[in-house]
């Protein structure tokens, strides 16, 4: 996998091509019924993988778990822009991308820097904007979070980066559940 730099430029041009997504509510729809595992207990982790996320792409590219594995991954954000570590199918991210969208149009994400204050902001139909998933992390430049997951046997899981253009930049990677 090519390893692309996002310009501002093209980062511009993304936002405008998915601007016409309707963001969807809520962020729970992107977990709760996914056969991909589920949240995990930190007493039972067999194995730690250190993420490193970039503009844009991860370090590692891919991955290898296998099924019924706990994994704590340990992720920095050695960007310049938010990043984010989502572990989802292709179409959980598809619909999760237009959730971050909305967190752009309504100025809680802003290129380099969170407003958090806003993320428990109802949004007037009852839903916020925040992102607390236990199958994902946003992450300032220079910050660390972390993630506990325990795998399920599914086909096409990947993690990636659903901040506008992020994916489709090339900001994802294959997980494979053995």
Same mark, same amino acid.
């Given at each position: 996998?090519?390893?692309?730099?996002?310009?501002?430029?093209?980062?511009?041009?993304?936002?405008?091509?998915?601007?016409? =997504?309707?963001?969807?509510?809520?962020?729970?729809?992107? $977990?709760?019924?996914?056969?991909?595992? %589920?949240?995990?207990?930190?007493?039972?982790?067999?194995?730690?993988?250190?993420? /490193?996320?970039?503009?844009?792409?991860?370090?590692?590219?891919?991955?290898? +778990?296998?099924?019924?594995?706990?994994?704590?991954?340990?992720?920095?954000?050695?960007?310049?822009? +938010?990043?984010?570590?989502?572990?989802?199918?292709?179409?959980?991210?598809?619909?999760?991308?237009?959730?971050?969208?909305?967190?752009? %149009?309504?100025?809680?994400?802003?290129?380099?820097? !969170?407003?958090?204050?806003?993320?428990?902001?109802?949004?007037?139909?009852?839903? $916020?904007?925040?992102?607390?998933? *236990?199958? /994902?992390? !946003?992450?300032? *430049?220079?910050?660390?979070?972390?993630?506990?997951?325990?795998?399920?046997? $599914?086909?096409?899981?990947?993690?990636?980066?659903? =901040?506008?253009?992020?994916?489709?930049?090339?900001?994802?990677?294959?997980? /494979? +559940?053995?």
């Amino acid at each position: 996998m090519k390893k692309i730099l996002l310009s501002a430029g093209a980062g511009l041009l993304a936002l405008v091509v998915v601007s016409g =997504v309707e963001a969807s509510a809520g962020h729970d729809q992107h $977990t709760a019924a996914a056969p991909m595992g %589920q949240a995990g207990k930190a007493s039972e982790v067999t194995r730690t993988i250190e993420v /490193s996320m970039h503009d844009n792409y991860f370090e590692p590219e891919n991955l290898s +778990v296998s099924d019924g594995e706990t994994v704590r991954f340990e992720i920095t954000n050695q960007g310049g822009l +938010v990043h984010e570590f989502n572990i989802g199918t292709a179409a959980m991210h598809e619909g999760h991308q237009a959730d971050m969208l909305m967190m752009v %149009q309504h100025g809680v994400l802003k290129g380099d820097k !969170l407003d958090r204050s806003m993320m428990e902001m109802d949004m007037g139909n009852g839903q $916020t904007m925040k992102h607390d998933d *236990p199958n /994902s992390v !946003l992450l300032e *430049p220079g910050e660390q979070g972390e993630i506990i997951w325990t795998f399920a046997k $599914t086909a096409n899981l990947q993690f990636a980066c659903n =901040v506008p253009g992020h994916y489709q930049a090339g900001m994802q990677g294959e997980i /494979s +559940v053995q």
